[in-house]
């Protein structure tokens, strides 16, 4: 796939998240450089500052960092999780990218996120609704993208599971008597449903043993290469990022430190923080 | 001695004091206005308990006049402790007229039923309503429900349908299933049955509904379209009542109540009483028209 400047799938510009009231020193006053992300004059809390890249169709795009950096801020910014402090993002197939979606009513924005992304989340709570049973939750997703037609729905559901790799028998129970790797690999059908171009996974394989761990990373690695989906993975985890991952974005008190190719991050890491990271590879 | 004129009369006409009437009139007009939409009110004390039908009572005296002719039902009976009280009590208070014929009334209050006989244009409906929020049972946060109904939110609801269908085979939802009302708000019926619902669209009347617990007030104005949530592939019905009749009138086109006698023997008989009572008497009552009922034979 070629990438040139006008075939990006997901443009984000000067993303910023802060908490508290800032004033015009706070940015400034924060990030790596001062290895803080508090404001000395206002005590607001800058989670992310000026994140600015571009994801192409069918990449995947790691984010990696220590807890506190601001990576998993920067996916709920962009699937409308939290509200953004400021920056803007478009999104290719809504409006053919000349919309910032950030700004758009909540109704606009449900659709996008209904439509045309996913999300896996650490905490299978937050993603699946323990009230309903896992085809009921798949069946949410598909609802809200408009479909109405009970037949289709399972249909849908059983298919998905299937590729999961969820026995489809359990497809009426509820994901509260699912173990931990079979609700994570619900939440992703769930977000897979509709087929978006955009999936989100933030630290999906955080919390599973590593037997499990390697088949969620499996599944998510083949559906990416069936599917053709752009992700952006959110790890701390190094060894995910090398297995998944294409580019690289290495994050440290709500900025960017260091971005490009994972092999290249990984085999000669310029940021010294990157050079930390890498070299505490177990 | 100079004659009391204000304390003479112990209370108002129809009871609540004229300003509330008029602050429950505006918030009617508003509910009205947005078909479908609940429209928080005042919910003044009455001397019923909340709960207890206040919601219909004040919907009811904030719009009779001394013309109105009432006629008050509960679960279709004209008879029941409910219905007989609160047509006393509104007696009392308004000394208007009074009556089971639902053809001569022009106000009828409800608890859970609509009439079988047709309504017409120059009729008032009024629901006394237990639970205003037909997405409660989805999400317990008011503010929450509050902002699905705002941004059309309603997955949740729908996905509950389904899980009703899958666990059950059917939507297992009796009385009060959720309507789409002017292809905008989900509304919750009142605990009407299934039966009722295609009643409600494209009524000839004015139906208002009042829940004085929750404070709420809603309303689906004449000619309006509501319409049952349904599937695509697992449609809305009304209840089946194959192979019953009334045992009375041997009537089979109405909403029938289960009768035990003391024998043991089951019969079943007409639900609402003034409707039965013309079919005694051998009146011929005009009835609601909807598909459901034109798909059962007489």
């Known amino acids: ?282 | 001695m100079v004659e009391n004129i204000k304390y003479a009369n112990k209370y108002n006409f129809a009871f609540i004091d004229e300003a509330t009437k008029k602050e429950i009139r505006r918030k009617l007009l508003k509910a009205v206005a947005i078909p479908g939409y609940q429209v928080p009110y005042s919910s003044p004390e009455m001397p019923i308990a909340r709960g207890w039908g206040t919601g219909g009572l004040h919907v009811t005296l904030a719009i009779i006049g001394r013309e109105d002719i009432f006629k008050i039902i509960d679960q279709g009976s004209d008879a029941s402790v409910n219905a007989c009280n609160l047509r006393e009590f509104v007696h009392q208070m308004t000394n208007c007229q009074t009556t089971y014929d639902t053809s001569e009334a022009t106000l009828i209050q409800t608890r859970h039923r609509i009439t079988e006989e047709e309504l017409t244009e120059n009729q008032i409906f009024v629901y006394q309503v237990p639970q205003p929020e037909p997405l409660r049972s989805v999400e317990r946060y008011e503010y929450r429900t509050r902002q699905m109904h705002g941004e059309a939110d309603y997955a949740k609801m729908w996905v509950s349908l389904y899980e009703s269908y899958v666990r059950s085979g059917d939507i297992m939802l009796g009385a009060g299933y959720p309507v789409k009302v002017n292809k905008r708000y989900i509304m919750a019926p009142s605990p009407i049955p299934r039966w009722d619902v295609p009643n409600l669209n494209q009524s000839k009347a004015l139906h208002l509904f009042g829940a004085g617990r929750e404070k709420r007030l809603y309303a689906v104005p004449p000619y309006t379209t509501v319409e049952a949530l349904e599937f695509e592939d697992v449609k809305f019905h009304t209840e089946d009542f194959k192979g019953t009749e009334c045992y009375k009138t041997g009537y089979k086109k109405a909403f029938l109540d289960e009768l035990y006698f003391d024998d043991g023997s089951k019969h079943f008989i007409i639900n609402d009483s003034n409707f039965l009572d013309k079919l005694v008497e051998k009146e011929s009552p005009k009835q609601h028209e909807n598909k459901y009922i034109k798909q059962l034979q007489s």
């Open chain 1, 1 to 282: 796939m070629s990438r040139n400047a006008d075939n990006w799938l997901l443009r984000v510009t000067n993303l910023t998240k802060i908490y508290g009231e800032p004033n015009e020193n706070t940015v400034d006053q924060t990030g790596p450089k001062f290895n803080s992300n508090i404001c000395p004059e206002t005590d607001s809390i800058v989670a992310c500052a000026d994140i600015s890249f571009d994801l192409y169709p069918g990449e995947v795009l790691g984010i990696v960092g220590e807890s506190g950096s601001g990576k998993s801020t920067v996916v709920k910014l962009l699937y409308f999780d939290m509200e953004k402090t400021g920056g803007a993002a478009w999104l290719k197939p809504y409006a053919d990218g000349s919309i910032d979606m950030l700004s758009e009513s909540n109704q606009k924005k449900r659709f996008i996120r209904n439509n045309l992304m996913g999300m896996v989340y650490q905490n299978p709570r937050d993603g699946l609704n323990f009230n309903f049973t896992s085809g009921g939750n798949i069946a949410e997703k598909l609802i809200m993208a408009g479909n109405y037609h009970v037949g289709e729905i399972r249909g849908r559901a059983s298919d998905l599971l299937n590729k999961t790799e969820v026995p489809v028998l359990r497809m009426d129970d509820r994901p509260a008597n699912f173990s931990g790797g079979m609700q994570q690999r619900v939440q992703i059908s769930k977000a897979i449903a509709n087929n978006p171009p955009l999936l989100f996974l933030d630290e999906v394989t955080t919390g599973l043993d590593v037997s499990v761990q390697a088949k969620v990373l499996d599944l998510i690695r083949e559906l990416q290469q069936d599917l053709g989906i752009a992700m952006i993975v959110v790890s701390h985890d190094l060894s995910v990022i090398r297995m998944l991952t294409d580019r690289t974005i290495v994050m440290k008190n709500g900025r960017i430190v260091e971005s490009g190719l994972t092999d290249q991050i990984l085999q000669d890491p310029q940021h010294e923080y990157s050079q930390l990271l890498v070299s505490s590879l177990l």
